[in-house]
């Protein structure tokens, strides 16, 4: 395991090392590209034009990863600037479209590559962050990388809008090209100026020892690939008939790392489920290559679907690139891509924001039919697709925490004119739907319960019992209760009720089950004497059945060791449920141990009716019920003068319900109202009082911005009114 | 047609507990060997108490480092057969200390003394009923110091000497330390700081349990306090040889009826490789095969002793007849019988249970044989360079139990390499074997036997002739280069350039001939015995082979579960509506799973309002189109209704939680997954 995280570190750092021949390399083609369209062909010459065409002679190849920028990039685009009117003319048509500029697409969301960066651009007079090129791997949302590339277009002075073609491509994220050095080497010594020329030995040197890295990284790697391949094929030997029915999935795919999104998605997936009634969602997805590719020429050729074309190919961008990149691995059917690309890109130039997109998906669509004509060794391809991966993932960390800003609409519930329904109503409305898939359900119920003998005789060997997956098991817990443990002593704990506690079970245990009334300094020694008792009278057995072992309240290091200790005993036979996804990391090994787990998949799909009911969801209303019945309780303790004195509060907190910006009463205010109605005679008095009620939480006092003290009470307004009520009829 | 399984089970269920039951006397066996280990320690620090002086004046606790390896949860037996045995041989003073249990020194305190005085609670009850009260006043007024446990030390030993005789004369304290590793550094310095005051007047021995390695006792004490420490180091079997004893002990042998298959053998093994080191848990892991194996299977009545096979066979019924018949083994073996021979096993029950009766001493013969065998295989392959048929022997099992073993390349190779064996490795091979196979039971084995030490005489002959020609440089080289890798290359090189040698001049020697002939036997051997298992008819009675079920209960994924259940709800509700091609949902899916599928599409907040609308346009549109009109702007109270159920159903499995940021948003809790 350990050498396994050892090699994804290492792997990523150098994932980040080749980030800066690749986008110098990146930048370079993309750049190439662009002026031979214009007709700026003869300035770069052929070099430019047989790395256009793959230039498959070539024995030595650069293997390098794209990433985001680097201060190569800079540097070269500084050296464009400098060298002429002739690229200039391009950026200055362009800039002004633009808009405003953000800089640095990535403000330092990579440490490392800052830190790199520094090392690499200590030349430069300025520091490194603020003449950042924008990063290419800005992702799928159309935000961010665009920006940077403009931005460093201007920064520059000059530039090309190129370069933002050039960022749009990094935005397919990792990819792996082959690049002649020649080639490149060239280019620089022709084309780049005095600046890079420079730059130049340092440059080969480092492409060298990338090179030679790779090799060795490329090898270790291999190794480790056949290894975790060994390992998942020992394990998952049985994968097949494990989930005969279901796909097998691969860790990565079901939990990993935050992806940027865009705020309408949800709107637009809903809008694309609901058009396709009865169809499946993945069947469209799988078409969405070809549909984009074909995107540029529709929109040419047909105005006037163009809109509804945009918008669909919108939701597609949203939502497909990270899939999209898996699944192109098969690349032949887009060879011919690459040549639309150009085509298209030559003409759209106005439709600035359909065509980035489309090329941001094209790049990943054309890098691996590249891969493919320069005739890769394939288990370096494996290689490095599998570090694309990787250090996808750590692009896409770093993208979704680089910003604390999130973008969502500011719609709320209030607006939307809905009540908010309180349990009961919300309870009744769903009596009335029907449950969908009932016999289905009870399909699958039926089949877990023919395990009920099974669990029982394997409970009676000392193994425990845990219950995972989908859906209410209560319901299945229950019948497991009624149909096997009649007669037995048994020990029902609804985990999911907020106010169990290790304490309560242990208490029951101790006062109901074996009979002992006393009290105990600490749940510990209660264990101790549950677990001496059970030892001395081997005739004691004890069922104990957990719902929600994971729950809030017991989810706790002690408790669950409390419980794993228990259910070692060999006479007590505990079988629990969990439900949520992060339940096993309640155990380590130890607790593992003690509790001696069998796992049984039970997915049920029933609603959790019982588990949620207790939830203090956000869209269900408090009945406050709970909150009134303490104000009285409370206030009913204190003297008539100090009920005289919230009741005051509390009616001037009424009064002022309609304003949404009311800070609370004043103490000032506050004070001259007891005054005047005879409730205190000092303003120390008052305090006292007031002391007191915030130590019963009956008060909140904030201070204002101008220093005044304001004193709130934190009920909602029904309840308080309804307080109010009730001490008119009391008086 | 089904037996009731159940009755089976405890049927068998004796069976079970034997195994069990020796498994536990084998890890006895182990932990004795560590526990005498400790013992002679224990007795040497004894001796040192006669000269008590030279200790006094250092002032140096003797202390005992036990590293006991990662696998954690093995330690718990370890230690409490380690308590056990010196309390039967050693000292009646032991305490067993847990970090847990002593989070400051005042508690450290207590649950030594507590233990302490219950070490003898037996023998004289009425003075501790007496003197407890006074004790625990002690422990309260002297909470940081070793005053009370000397004074009680001195206090109690006149009696037990008086009483006991088979321990010495002024038995040691013995303190353990079960993981040392999690104590407060505090707690550890204060209470070695304050016994080493009184170690002249008590004498007392600390045991720590190490998990990781010894340096870390320098690592959490200072230099003051572990120079006030004697330290001996103890190293404990580690884990993998202590699985591989369990795995000769108990699945190489014919003792048990019960064999596992190779898929469930890899699985337990990488169970323990990959995830924990612990011999328990894959003890579990088999145990959970035994009854997986006699609840499931309803012919594993005939999986026991050889001696009840026959009792067994007699009392089959007839249904119990009809499932042999439908064993895959079985039908197989009865194709290819004569065609009467056929009529007679499928129609007559009692001639079926003569025929199941020889076949299944058939098996049992043929493990008799196959493991010896597989155990002479074994010598050869594990001392050749590279290991070309594993290092284990359990790897050698699996290889053999996987298909046949003579058709792999591995063996190819085994075969290549033990032709260029030099002659003295060839003899003590031999030698080995020979032992192996006189000491099995099997009895087919005179002949071999007789032809291996044919062989052996036939070498002795040779002594002295051509072969010494480059034996004696292999020889010098092997001393040269004593059991390093080098050692292996080289001889690797010489041996093919040996090959080369011979091939051009085609002109064998003697030992050379006798060589290729001693492997060719060895060859036939292994073709003839190590059949895999499968090849045999009626092996499904005796092996378990259903390795899904023993991940799945073991090795469960719960996540992967949920994630299934999300996308692909069709998975496990087997309805048309739900079907989908690409394993992705429809959206007649369940509220649960399009709630999910929407969220995924979301950032770290997401707004409840645009959820909501989302979720009531996907169920509207499934609902058809006349439920659209009243609720164009207004979403139906059902709905959201259903909405709100499935958002505190994602709340509870931990997907979103509640958020302050923003008014009516739910921050997102995992990502990816889309």
């Not at chain 2, 739900?578 to 999910?596: E, F, H, T």
Request: hydrophobic share 35%.
């Amino acid at each position: 395991m350990l050498n396994k995280y050892r090699a994804v570190s290492e792997q990523s750092c150098v994932g980040c090392q080749l980030t800066f021949i690749y986008v110098f390399i990146c930048n370079l083609g993309v750049r190439w590209a662009r002026q031979l369209r214009r007709g700026a062909a003869k300035a770069l010459g052929p070099a430019a034009a047989s790395r256009r065409h793959g230039n498959p002679g070539r024995p030595r190849a650069w293997l390098a990863a794209e990433v985001p920028p680097a201060p190569f990039s800079r540097r070269w685009q500084e050296g464009v600037g400098r060298r002429g009117p002739r690229v200039g003319g391009d950026a200055r048509q362009s800039a002004p479209r633009c808009g405003p500029q953000r800089w640095g697409g990535s403000r330092g969301g990579r440490r490392v590559r800052v830190r790199a960066a520094r090392e690499r651009a200590s030349a430069s007079p300025r520091p490194p962050q603020g003449r950042w090129v924008a990063r290419g791997s800005q992702g799928p949302g159309p935000r961010g990388g665009g920006g940077g590339a403009r931005a460093a277009a201007a920064g520059g002075g000059l530039g090309a809008p190129a370069m933002s073609q050039a960022e749009r491509k990094g935005g397919a994220a990792l990819e792996v090209k082959f690049v002649p050095d020649e080639a490149v080497l060239r280019h620089i010594a022709d084309d780049a100026g005095i600046k890079v020329r420079k730059d130049k030995t340092p440059l080969t040197v480092n492409v060298k020892r990338f090179v030679k890295k790779l090799d060795t990284l490329s090898d270790d790697e291999a190794q480790e690939f056949l290894e975790e391949k060994d390992y998942v094929a020992a394990l998952g030997i049985c994968a097949q008939d494990l989930m005969e029915n279901g796909s097998s999935v691969g860790g990565s795919e079901v939990y990993s790392f935050q992806t940027p999104k865009r705020s309408n998605k949800m709107a637009e997936l809903a809008s694309e489920l609901a058009q396709t009634p009865g169809q499946s969602v993945a069947s469209d997805h799988s078409e969405c290559p070809e549909k984009i590719t074909k995107t540029p020429q529709s929109s040419k050729h047909s105005s006037s679907n163009k809109v509804q074309q945009k918008s669909k190919k919108n939701d597609f961008m949203s939502t497909t690139p990270y899939r999209l990149r898996k699944r192109l691995a098969a690349p032949d059917a887009y060879l011919e891509s690459e040549s639309e690309y150009s085509a298209s890109c030559s003409e759209e130039e106005d439709d600035e924001e359909t065509q980035k997109e489309v090329i941001t998906v094209l790049s990943s669509l054309k890098t691996p039919a590249k891969a493919k004509v320069a005739s890769t060794p394939p288990s370096r391809k494996k290689v490095t697709k599998k570090k694309d991966k990787m250090s996808n993932l750590v692009e896409e960390y770093f993208e979704a925490h680089s910003t604390s800003k999130v973008l969502t609409s500011d719609r709320t519930l209030q607006k939307l004119r809905k009540r908010r329904l309180n349990q009961q109503t919300l309870h009744d409305l769903l009596e009335k739907s029907p449950l969908a898939y009932a016999a289905e359900i009870e399909e699958l119920n039926q089949q877990y319960e023919s395990l009920f003998s099974k669990w029982m005789l394997q409970l009676h060997l000392g193994f425990n019992i845990v219950l995972y997956g989908l859906g209410s098991k209560h319901d299945l817990l229950e019948k497991f209760r009624i149909s096997m443990l009649q007669d037995t002593v048994h020990l029902v704990v609804n985990g999911y009720f907020p106010s169990i506690t290790v304490r309560s079970i242990l208490n029951s245990i101790t006062e109901e089950v074996l009979d002992h009334i006393g009290t105990f300094r600490s749940p510990l020694d209660q264990l101790e004497f549950i677990i001496k008792r059970f030892k001395e009278d081997s005739s004691l057995e004890l069922y104990v059945l957990i719902h929600n072992l994971d729950s809030q309240m017991l989810r706790g290091e002690r408790s669950q060791q409390i419980l794993a200790q228990l259910s070692s005993l060999p006479s007590v036979y505990l079988i629990a449920s969990i439900d949520h996804i992060n339940a096993p990391l309640m155990w380590d090994q130890a607790k593992q141990s003690l509790y001696n787990w069998l796992w049984y998949e039970t997915t049920t799909f029933s609603p959790y009716v019982e588990e949620t009911s207790y939830e203090n969801s956000l869209l269900v209303q408090q009945s406050g019920s709970l909150a009134l019945s303490s104000l009285t309780h409370v206030l009913r303790s204190l003297t008539l003068n100090a009920r005289g004195i919230f009741r005051l509060l509390a009616q001037y907190q009424l009064e002022n319900k309609d304003n949404p910006s009311y800070p609370g009463l004043s103490f000032q205010d506050f004070y001259q109202q007891c005054r005047e109605a005879f409730l205190v005679n000092s303003d120390l008095t008052l305090r006292a009082q007031l002391t007191e009620f915030r130590d019963h939480k009956l008060i909140r006092t904030k201070r204002g911005a101008d220093g005044v003290e304001y004193l709130l009470i934190p009920v909602d307004d029904s309840t308080l009114t309804d307080f109010l009520e009730k001490e008119d009829e009391d008086v | 047609a089904h037996l009731s399984p159940c009755s089976i089970f405890w049927y068998e269920d004796r069976p079970e507990g034997q195994k069990t039951q020796i498994e536990e006397d084998l890890n006895k066996q182990l932990f004795d060997n560590l526990v005498s280990f400790l013992r002679r320690s224990h007795s040497e620090f004894q001796e040192k108490t006669t000269e008590w002086n030279c200790q006094m004046k250092s002032r140096e606790i003797p202390t005992a480092a036990l590293v006991l390896g990662v696998n954690v949860t093995d330690h718990d037996l370890t230690f409490r057969s380690l308590s056990e045995v010196l309390q039967n041989r050693v000292t009646p003073y032991v305490a067993l200390l847990q970090a847990k249990d002593c989070p400051g020194i005042k508690n450290l305190m207590q649950k030594l003394l507590g233990q302490l005085m219950n070490c003898y609670v037996d023998q004289n009850m009425y003075k501790i009923c007496r003197k407890k009260s006074a004790m625990s006043l002690w422990s309260i007024i002297t909470l940081y110091t070793c005053d009370s446990i000397f004074l009680f030390y001195y206090f109690e030993t006149p009696s037990k000497k008086r009483t006991s005789s088979r321990h010495w004369q002024s038995p040691p304290v013995v303190v353990i330390f079960k993981d040392m590793e999690s104590f407060t550094t505090k707690v550890l310095q204060d209470f070695i700081v304050i016994s080493s005051q009184h170690i002249h007047e008590l004498p007392l021995v600390l045991v720590f349990g190490i998990a990781t390695s010894p340096m870390i006792i320098h690592g959490l004490l200072p230099h003051s306090v572990s120079s006030l420490l004697c330290i001996e180091l103890f190293q404990s079997l580690s884990c993998k040889e202590h699985l591989s004893t369990i795995i000769d002990k108990v699945l190489l042998t014919t003792q048990f009826p019960l064999k596992l298959s190779e898929k469930v053998l890899q699985v337990l093994i990488n169970i323990f490789l990959y995830h924990d080191f612990s011999v328990q848990n894959f003890i579990k892991g088999f145990q959970l095969c035994i009854v997986e194996h006699f609840y499931t299977q309803p012919l594993s009545v005939l999986c026991c002793h050889q001696e009840e096979v026959k009792k067994r066979i007699n009392s089959l019924s007839h249904n119990q007849c009809e499932n042999i018949r439908r064993l895959p083994s079985f039908r197989r073996y009865v194709e290819n019988q004569p065609s009467e021979k056929q009529i007679a096993l499928l129609t007559t029950d009692g001639f079926l249970k003569e025929t199941v009766q020889q076949l299944l001493d058939d098996l049992n013969v043929y493990h008799e044989n196959y493991f010896p065998v597989l155990r002479c295989l074994h010598v050869f392959t594990s001392s050749l360079p590279k290991y070309p048929l594993g290092k284990q022997i359990r790897e050698l099992h699996c290889a053999c139990l996987e298909n046949r073993v003579w058709e792999t390349e591995e063996y190819e190779s085994f075969l290549q390499l033990a032709r260029m064996l030099n002659k003295c490795d060839l003899v003590t091979m031999l030698q080995k074997c020979v032992e192996i196979l006189v000491s099995s039971p099997g009895k087919e084995f005179d002949k071999t036997v007789e032809k291996l030490k044919e062989f052996l005489t036939q070498f002795q002959k040779l002594e002295g002739g051509c072969a010494l020609s480059y034996v004696p440089l292999q020889i010098k080289l092997k001393l040269f280069y004593n059991g390093t890798n080098g050692y292996h290359f080289l001889w690797y090189i010489l041996t093919l350039l040996e090959l080369k040698e011979s091939r051009r001049s085609k002109k064998l020697t003697k030992f050379e001939m006798l060589r290729f002939e001693v492997v060719d036997y060895i060859d036939s051997v292994v073709r003839n015995y190590l059949v895999p298992a499968d090849h045999k008819t009626l092996h499904e009675i005796v092996y378990f082979n259903t390795a899904s079920v023993l991940r799945e209960h073991l090795n469960a994924a719960p996540r992967v579960a949920l994630h299934t259940a999300l996308n692909n709800p069709y998975c496990y509700l087997k309805s048309q509506a739900l079907r989908s091609d690409g394993g992705s949902i429809s959206n007649k899916a369940p509220d649960i799973c399009i709630v999910y599928k929407l969220h995924l599409e979301c950032g770290r907040l997401i707004n409840l309002v645009d959820w909501l609308e989302a979720f009531s346009t996907v169920v509207t549109a499934v609902e058809g189109p006349n439920a659209d009109a009243p609720s164009s702007d207004q979403v139906d109270d059902v709905i959201h209704a259903r909405f709100i159920r499935a958002v505190s159903e994602l709340e509870l499995l931990g997907f979103i939680k509640p958020s302050k940021q923003k008014t009516d948003h739910v921050a997102r809790l995992t990502w990816g997954g889309c």
